[in-house]
């Protein structure tokens, strides 16, 4: 079972670009569809983007298209999330995930196994 660990979060204003990444252990990263989740506060856990194991299939919510995306390097088994033309909505901790899916895309957070501990975002107007 893969572990995972985000970094790449911060302070930024708003119009600007984040680059997420995950990076996770064990040697069957590819087999995992990954998936990227936020939480703002008081609020639940939505999802973002996901990616096939291949990288071949990708997925955004729609309050995110056109300003992220998601890719996966397996060599490196890390999976990232550039966020572009960020907004104060934004602002969350977002959470890298793994399912065990592979081949096709995951949207609910019971698909998912393993989560990551998280990394904040915070966009200020």
């Known amino acids: 079972q893969v572990q995972l660990v985000e970094s790449g979060g911060g302070l930024v204003q708003a119009g600007g670009s984040l680059r997420l990444s995950c990076a996770a252990s064990?040697?069957?990263?590819?087999?995992?569809?990954m998936g990227w989740f936020r939480q703002a506060p008081g609020k639940e856990r939505e999802f973002v983007a996901a990616i096939s194991g291949s990288g071949g299939s990708t997925y955004l919510a729609d309050s995110v298209k056109g300003r992220f995306t998601i890719s996966r390097d397996n060599a490196k088994s890390s999976v990232y999330l550039q966020a572009n033309s960020l907004k104060p909505d934004d602002t969350a901790v977002y959470y890298c995930?793994?399912?065990?899916?592979?081949?096709?895309?995951?949207?609910?957070?019971?698909?998912?196994?393993?989560w990551g501990r998280g990394t904040q975002v915070t966009v200020s107007s």
């Open positions: 995930a793994a399912s065990p899916l592979g081949h096709t895309i995951a949207l609910a957070t019971a698909q998912y196994a393993v």
């Open positions: 064990g040697r069957t990263f590819s087999y995992y569809t």
